[in-house]
Structures are given as structure tokens and as C-alpha cells.
């Protein structure tokens, strides 16, 4: 399969009565910045579109849905629509799976490098700094009159898959769609502080316990610390609460890979990646059936905590001597 024009997926669309929009699994700013976007345009369009989420949306992305999403796997029977929103991996969907292959066409919006195209119709770019700017671009084929909200949650999507406009995949493109989201009435300010000056003091005392473990190895290139589901108990934080501090590693000077594991239960973690300059996290991740991309990339591991931590720390000095 191959890529379709956004022109065409625009008139996809056009042809449509309903559309369920699909968020990946540990949703974050894109993913949910992307769909809330669509689906506010798809509604304006005469559309009965939602999105169908499993887990819960986390605490400082909660200012986006303002009644978008739903858990009801019976939203829309049959859904003329099922379209897949920042992942490329139906694997990502988990409960909702069977749901997405009950669309009568499926379609998949992405970004990942390592995202084939396999739904009926795709639009996967790798050189857009978010998905949500696949969905703006997208907005311009579609009759449609962006306003605040679309606009906001467009910032909101780009804005975290950035890192606030700091990492790589942040292009002139990046910019000068920020810059016109500005003529939406988008406050960048109001945004970053609901995103990202919003945390709870157990959030604090979460990451100190886990600062407090940190591992360099593999010479001083990389680090490595987790969370366990006895830190989060200590502390009353929330694994959510843990978003950024795989980056917080990264930003040791002298640190090219961060490594960052979660104890999601007793056999199983979920391991985060990151990498600054020349190291490719995807390729690491892949060894282990997950993705992403250069800079960021995961996996999941069916391992304890201890074991996975161990078995993470063996590939990244595998791959760094390789
Ligand atoms: P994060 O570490 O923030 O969970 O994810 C970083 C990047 O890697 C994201 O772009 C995400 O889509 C991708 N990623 C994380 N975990 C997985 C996984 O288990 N499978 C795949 N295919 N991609 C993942
Ligand atoms: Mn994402
Ligand atoms: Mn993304």
C-alpha cells in the first residue's frame, strides 16, 4: 500500500456520514491534539464523528476534551470511518482493535518513521514534527473554517511531540504553522502553562525518588532509571506523572541515550528511549518488537523490572559498541 494526497483523504472524508477517530494507548499530546482537532472540524462539517480512547486522559491534557472522547465501543455501529490518529500499529489499540477493522474504510494519520502504510487509505510523514501537522494541513483540503478550538488543540499536539519547539523534528514548517495558528486567537501562554506549569507536588516527590536511582553506564553515553508500581505507592504520584523524565535523562551533558522503564506489572514493563545526537532509538526499539522514532522511540517488555532494566542496559552497550 501506499500513501494517498491529503486531498484525496479529504474527500474520503467529504463522501462520509460518520468517523471514529482512534487514539494510540498511553495517549499523549499528539495523539489526543490531533483527534480533537479532526473530530471538532469533522462535527462543524456535519459529521457524527468521536473519539474512542481506552485509558484515561492524563491530568494536564484533560482542557482538550471537552466531550470528544468516549470509552462506548458503541459510539457509532459500523462506523463509515475508522481512522487511526498518530500510530501506525493497531497493536497500540488493544481493546478497541476489533472495533477499528469494523470501520467499513480504515484510514491511518502518522508520523512515525516506522509506520508502513497498511489501512485502506494512509498519510504517514515523517518529516512533520507532530501529526498535528498532518491534521492542519489536512484542514486546508477540507470546506471547513478553523477556529480557536481546532486551532488550540492543534498547538497543544505540537507543542508536546516538540518538546516545546526544541527537538529535532521541529522545521521552519513547525514554526510557520505555530505562526498561524496565532491568527486563530491560539494564546501560546494559556496552553503551555495548562500543559506544562500544572503538576502536583506528589508529582515532585515521584521524580525525586526516581532521580535518586539513576545509572550512567556504557562509559558515561547513557543512563537509566524506572519507576516501579512501590515507588508510585510511597509517593501517591501517578505513572503519568513520570511523562518527561526520560527527557530529564537525556539532558545530562555528556548523555547521548536515556533509558527509562516502567513497571506496568510484575512481568511486564514499558521502556522509553531517547537519544540526543546520533544514536538511532528506533532501530533499539525495534530489537524488541516496538517503534518510533530516531530521537524517541519505545517498547514493551514482558519481563520484571529488574529484568527488563538489565536486558535494556545489555542492548543499548550491545549497539553502542556495534
Ligand atoms: P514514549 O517513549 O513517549 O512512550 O514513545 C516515544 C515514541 O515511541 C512515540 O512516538 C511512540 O509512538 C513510540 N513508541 C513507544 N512505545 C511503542 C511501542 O510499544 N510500539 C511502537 N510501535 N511504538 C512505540
Ligand atoms: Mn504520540
Ligand atoms: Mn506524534
Given at each position: 500500500?501506499?500513501?494517498?494526497?491529503?486531498?484525496?483523504?479529504?474527500?474520503?472524508?467529504?463522501?462520509?456520514?460518520?468517523?471514529l477517530?482512534?487514539?494510540?494507548?498511553?495517549?499523549?499530546?499528539?495523539?489526543?491534539?490531533?483527534?480533537?482537532?479532526?473530530?471538532?472540524?469533522?462535527?462543524?462539517?456535519?459529521?457524527?464523528?468521536?473519539?474512542?480512547?481506552?485509558?484515561?486522559?492524563?491530568?494536564?491534557?484533560?482542557?482538550?476534551?471537552?466531550?470528544?472522547?468516549?470509552?462506548?465501543?458503541?459510539?457509532?455501529?459500523?462506523?463509515?470511518i475508522?481512522?487511526?490518529?498518530?500510530?501506525?500499529?493497531?497493536?497500540?489499540?488493544?481493546?478497541?482493535?476489533?472495533?477499528?477493522?469494523?470501520?467499513k474504510?480504515?484510514?491511518?494519520?502518522?508520523?512515525?518513521?516506522t509506520?508502513?502504510?497498511?489501512?485502506?487509505?494512509?498519510?504517514?510523514?515523517?518529516?512533520?514534527?507532530?501529526?498535528?501537522?498532518?491534521?492542519?494541513?489536512?484542514?486546508?483540503?477540507?470546506p471547513?473554517e478553523?477556529?480557536?478550538?481546532?486551532?488550540?488543540?492543534?498547538?497543544?499536539?505540537?507543542?508536546?511531540?516538540?518538546?516545546?519547539?526544541?527537538?529535532?523534528?521541529?522545521?521552519?514548517?513547525?514554526?510557520?504553522?505555530?505562526?498561524?495558528?496565532?491568527?486563530y486567537?491560539?494564546?501560546?501562554?494559556?496552553?503551555?502553562?495548562?500543559?506544562?506549569?500544572?503538576?502536583?507536588?506528589?508529582?515532585?516527590?515521584?521524580?525525586t525518588?526516581?532521580?535518586?536511582?539513576?545509572?550512567?553506564?556504557?562509559?558515561?553515553?547513557?543512563?537509566?532509571?524506572?519507576?516501579?508500581?512501590?515507588?508510585?505507592?510511597?509517593?501517591?504520584?501517578?505513572?503519568?506523572?513520570?511523562?518527561?523524565?526520560?527527557?530529564?535523562?537525556?539532558?545530562?551533558?555528556?548523555?547521548?541515550?536515556?533509558?527509562?522503564?516502567?513497571?506496568?506489572?510484575?512481568?511486564?514493563?514499558?521502556?522509553?528511549?531517547?537519544?540526543?545526537?546520533?544514536?538511532?532509538?528506533?532501530?533499539?526499539?525495534?530489537?524488541?518488537?516496538?517503534?518510533?522514532?530516531?530521537?524517541?522511540?519505545?517498547?514493551?517488555?514482558?519481563?520484571?523490572?529488574?529484568?527488563?532494566?538489565?536486558?535494556?542496559?545489555?542492548?543499548?552497550?550491545?549497539?553502542?559498541?556495534?
Amino acid at each position: 500500500k501506499a500513501n494517498n494526497t491529503l486531498k484525496e483523504i479529504a474527500e474520503i472524508l467529504m463522501a462520509s456520514r460518520s468517523v471514529l477517530l482512534f487514539t494510540h494507548i498511553n495517549m499523549d499530546g499528539d495523539t489526543l491534539g490531533s483527534s480533537v482537532a479532526l473530530c471538532i472540524a469533522l462535527r462543524k462539517l456535519g459529521k457524527q464523528a468521536h473519539i474512542l480512547i481506552e485509558d484515561d486522559v492524563a491530568a494536564f491534557l484533560r482542557f482538550l476534551d471537552k466531550g470528544y472522547c468516549t470509552y462506548d465501543n458503541h459510539i457509532i455501529e459500523n462506523p463509515d470511518i475508522c481512522l487511526c490518529i498518530d500510530c501506525g500499529d493497531v497493536d497500540r489499540f488493544r481493546e478497541r482493535k476489533e472495533k477499528f477493522f469494523e470501520g467499513k474504510q480504515k484510514g491511518c494519520i502518522d508520523h512515525h518513521v516506522t509506520t508502513e502504510p497498511f489501512a485502506d487509505f494512509n498519510f504517514i510523514d515523517p518529516t512533520a514534527s507532530a501529526t498535528g501537522e498532518i491534521i492542519y494541513e489536512l484542514l486546508k483540503e477540507l470546506p471547513v473554517e478553523v477556529d480557536k478550538d481546532i486551532a488550540s488543540a492543534i498547538f497543544a499536539a505540537i507543542t508536546t511531540d516538540t518538546g516545546n519547539f526544541q527537538y529535532s523534528n521541529t522545521t521552519k514548517r513547525t514554526h510557520l504553522i505555530a505562526a498561524e495558528l496565532w491568527d486563530y486567537g491560539v494564546d501560546y501562554n494559556e496552553i503551555s502553562v495548562e500543559l506544562y506549569q500544572n503538576n502536583r507536588l506528589e508529582k515532585l516527590l515521584l521524580q525525586t525518588k526516581i532521580l535518586e536511582q539513576i545509572t550512567v553506564f556504557a562509559g558515561g553515553e547513557a543512563a537509566i532509571c524506572g519507576v516501579t508500581q512501590e515507588m508510585l505507592e510511597e509517593t501517591e504520584g501517578r505513572m503519568e506523572e513520570t511523562e518527561g523524565m526520560v527527557e530529564t535523562l537525556r539532558d545530562i551533558s555528556g548523555i547521548e541515550l536515556a533509558i527509562f522503564v516502567k513497571e506496568v506489572s510484575r512481568e511486564k514493563c514499558k521502556v522509553s528511549m531517547r537519544s540526543k545526537k546520533y544514536i538511532n532509538v528506533a532501530e533499539i526499539s525495534q530489537k524488541l518488537n516496538g517503534g518510533g522514532h530516531a530521537r524517541a522511540a519505545g517498547c514493551t517488555v514482558m519481563k520484571s523490572y529488574e529484568d527488563t532494566k538489565q536486558e535494556m542496559m545489555r542492548l543499548a552497550e550491545e549497539y553502542l559498541k556495534g
